[in-house]
């Protein structure tokens, strides 16, 4: 993936667009650092696939799980029955 600093996009935006449009993406650096990526705006995201059900039988929800220390939280404000 080629590097343009702002100078040089700026001087040649409309041929870097197209570049990116046909599935060349490039970065455009300030004082030499990289500050943004152009891609084209339909090109695919690249993402780890989730893999459903991986932890199933690994953990156990709670009965309780919309009140969870329920009976923590109730001793600290009324103390031990």
């Excluded at 667009?17 to 090109?43: N, T, Y």
């Excluded at 156990?60 to 031990?80: H, N, Q, S, W």
Aim: net charge positive.
């Amino acid at each position: 993936m080629r590097t343009y600093n702002i100078h040089e996009a700026k001087t040649n935006l409309s041929r870097l667009v197209d570049e990116a449009e046909q599935g060349e993406p490039f970065i455009i650096a300030k004082a030499g650092k990289p500050k943004v990526k152009v891609i084209r705006i339909d090109a695919p995201a690249k993402s780890k696939k989730r893999r459903l059900g991986v932890l199933k039988g690994r953990i156990r929800v709670p009965d309780d799980i919309k009140t969870p220390f329920a009976a923590e939280i109730e001793e600290m404000f009324y103390g031990k029955p």
